[in-house]
């Protein structure tokens, strides 16, 4: 059982590049997020989703874009890369949008902007 | 809004002493509650979670949490710590009255715990 997977792992953009980091989930959960990790900040949610064809903005949205076209992706989009954006992604994913129960996390994906 | 605060950057224990390791939180409705424990170069893991019931939670590795409505606290203990427990930990809250499955977390308290 793979659980959440992401990536890439590691990945170098120049400022005004494009990416989109990758996640999946085997475990037909409902409800995928994105996080940010940055030192000294915590978590910050970026975007989520109740369910396939629904996402929603989180706490720090700008300069990122979601889709759902599937119950198992949720893929990152950065269309114009910046270094506020170096930081280490996080995709999460739980059984229900109103579940009480915990998320489960990918390893991460480290970004650079240079 | 929900809120959490985790007061210490970094506590430092001795192995085969107790921890504890701070959190307060702030949210309108009735609080879901969770500790993560992160390892370096990895994902978070859950580690326990307060919902409702029992004061006191009970989760993996030894791990416990107390929660105290007055005092809007839930904080992580164990009574006797391990080398390998140290990692980073993170405290979350959401509201239980809604708004999906979104957790607000902490900035994250390094343990360390030595020899």
Known sequence: ?114 | AQSVAQPEDQVNVAEGNPLTVKCTYSVSGNPYLFWYVQYPNRGLQFLLKYITGDNLVKGSYGFEAEFNKSQTSFHLKKPSALVSDSALYFCAVRDGGGGGNKLTFGTGTQLKVEL
């Open chain 1, 1 to 114: 059982n793979a659980g959440v997977t992401q990536t890439p792992k590691f990945q170098v953009l120049k400022t005004g590049q494009s990416m989109t980091l990758q996640c999946a989930q085997d475990m037909n959960h409902e409800y995928m997020s994105w996080y940010r990790q940055d030192p000294g900040m915590g978590l910050r949610l970026i975007h989520y989703s109740v369910g396939a064809g629904i996402t929603d903005q989180g706490e720090v949205p700008n300069g990122y874009n979601v889709s759902r076209s599937t119950t198992e992706d949720f893929p990152l989009r950065l269309l114009s890369a910046a270094p506020s954006q170096t930081s280490v992604y996080f995709c999460a994913s739980s059984y229900s949008r109103t579940n009480t129960g915990e998320l489960f996390f990918g390893e991460g994906s480290r970004l650079t902007v240079l």
